[in-house]
């Protein structure tokens, strides 16, 4: 089956740096996506790994390493603006077509 | 440039009634998914269109969930018979080629539509 697990909830100070993990076991592997989405809103797109290493974008960035099956967004200099739940999502490829599989999402909350 | 809308915002239906929960894609997207994220969870696929066709309703929780898609734009999600455990907020994403391998399309969301089943 597919199985995605990420924390449940996590916390930090505005102005810290925080790492959110995302391990996976899928099958026909085509990507990794982070979301972002604040209470009450839409998912809003972050990243997208499909290569092993980090691609950086302003102040966040995502890891990726396929062997591990594991992935990190990385929240740089946190604002309490960032305070949202964080979706991982891991694209397969199967029955002709791509298909998103997202984990339960981790809730981060940004104190001052 | 408007992105993913949904209609309704919010829904608040009697159990056993039927609803209709309409989404309107990103023009020129060929790729449409239903997910459904219930409190604190994340999102569950319900069914995924390419075009006018639904080649995965694998999601789909039982057979008083239903879907279709005209014009290759506009979706229907209707759930007949609507049950308390049916109450979530149903989402609406497009892409812009689904079937292409390897290139990073992500999905772009609506709003939802907060559906309350009592």
């Known amino acids: ?112 | 440039g408007a992105g993913v809308s949904q209609s309704p915002s919010n829904k608040v239906t009697e159990k056993g009634k039927d609803v209709e929960l309409r989404c309107d894609p990103i023009s020129g997207h060929t790729a449409l998914y239903w997910y459904r994220q219930s409190l604190g969870q994340g999102l569950e696929f319900l069914i995924y269109f390419q075009g006018n066709s639904a080649p995965d309703k694998s999601g789909l929780p039982s057979d008083r969930f239903s879907a279709e898609r005209t014009g290759g734009s506009v979706s229907t999600l209707t759930i007949q018979r609507t049950q308390q455990e049916d109450s979530a907020v149903y989402l609406c994403a497009s892409s812009f080629d689904h079937l292409v391998r390897g290139i990073s399309y992500e999905q772009y969301f609506g709003p939802g539509t907060r559906l309350t089943v009592t």
């Open chain 1, 1 to 112: 089956g597919q199985n995605i697990d990420q924390p449940t909830e996590m916390t930090a100070t505005e102005g810290a740096i925080v790492q959110i993990n995302c391990t996976y076991q899928t099958s026909g592997f085509n990507g990794l996506f982070w979301y972002q989405q604040h209470a009450g809103e839409a998912p809003t797109f972050l990243s997208y790994n499909v290569l092993d290493g980090l691609e950086e974008k302003g102040r966040f960035s995502s890891f990726l390493s396929r062997s591990k099956g594991y992935s990190y967004l990385l929240l740089k200099e946190l604002q309490m603006k960032d305070s949202a739940s964080y979706l991982c999502a891991v694209k397969v490829f199967s029955g002709g077509y791509n298909k998103l599989i997202f984990g339960a999402g981790t809730r981060l909350a940004v104190h001052p």
